[in-house]
């Protein structure tokens, strides 16, 4: 009769195969690990990339670092241009001026050249046109000035809105707001976010009146 081997009789693994066990175990668990950690790249495609278009999106995005000015619905001059109001009544204001920038992770320009304003108060909403005019004619909007928030340095002559460059814009809608009445502003540019402002006309109007 044959009798089976004992087990310490058997042979076992060699230093070299326990080895290249565990370079097979190790290299099949990171497969797994990143198959489950790395991007769908498929999916990304289909829905044009999320990362990429929230890049898009706050690339492009409009900020407001110097508040709001309120005039009197006066026929008159301001900041250097001459504005004439359809219903002049200096109780109420008529013409807003306020300075846009690019937000701090803005990418690319701005095209202000083809942007849009949204003006509206109560139950009346009017959208307002860029004109390049000797004189600003109610309702439009123009601009009256072009800076650069970096000492030493100026904007150019284009109407995109580039890096560090301001635009201050004077709107001019067809309706005045008396002390207290709410109405908002939303500039729409061309390409990038809206910036859309909420605003109440203080108790006092002056030559100047400040929103804070």
């Not at 290249?20 to 991007?39: D, H, K, M, Q, R």
């Not at 601009?143 to 970096?150: E, H, P, Q, S």
């Not at 540019?189 to 804070?212: E, W």
Request: hydrophobic share 40%; net charge negative.
């Amino acid at each position: 009769m044959q009798t089976r081997p004992s087990p310490q009789n058997e042979p076992g693994l060699t230093g070299l195969e326990i080895v290249i066990l565990l370079f097979i175990l190790v290299l099949a668990v990171g497969y797994i690990g990143y198959g489950e950690l790395s991007p769908d790249t498929s999916d990304t495609r289909k829905s044009g990339g999320m990362l990429h278009n929230e890049m898009v999106a706050t690339g492009n995005l409009l900020s407001n670092p110097g508040g709001l000015y309120g005039f009197p619905a006066v026929d008159g001059t301001i900041d250097g241009m001459p504005v004439r109001f359809r219903t002049q009544d200096p109780r109420a204001l008529g013409a807003y001026e306020i300075t846009v920038q690019p937000f701090m992770m803005t990418t690319g320009a701005i095209d202000m050249g083809h942007a849009s304003v949204i003006w509206a108060s109560r139950n009346h909403s009017e959208t307002l046109s860029l004109v390049h005019t000797p004189e600003l004619i109610c309702p439009n909007w123009t601009i009256t000035r072009k800076a650069n928030f970096i000492p030493l340095q100026g904007a150019d002559q284009d109407i995109l809105l580039e890096g560090s460059e301001q635009f201050t814009l004077l709107i001019c809608p067809v309706e005045n707001t008396a002390p207290y009445q709410k109405f908002s502003i939303t500039i729409v540019p061309a390409n990038g976010g809206a910036l859309p402002l909420s605003f109440v006309v203080p108790a006092k109007i002056t030559k100047v009146t400040k929103f804070a």
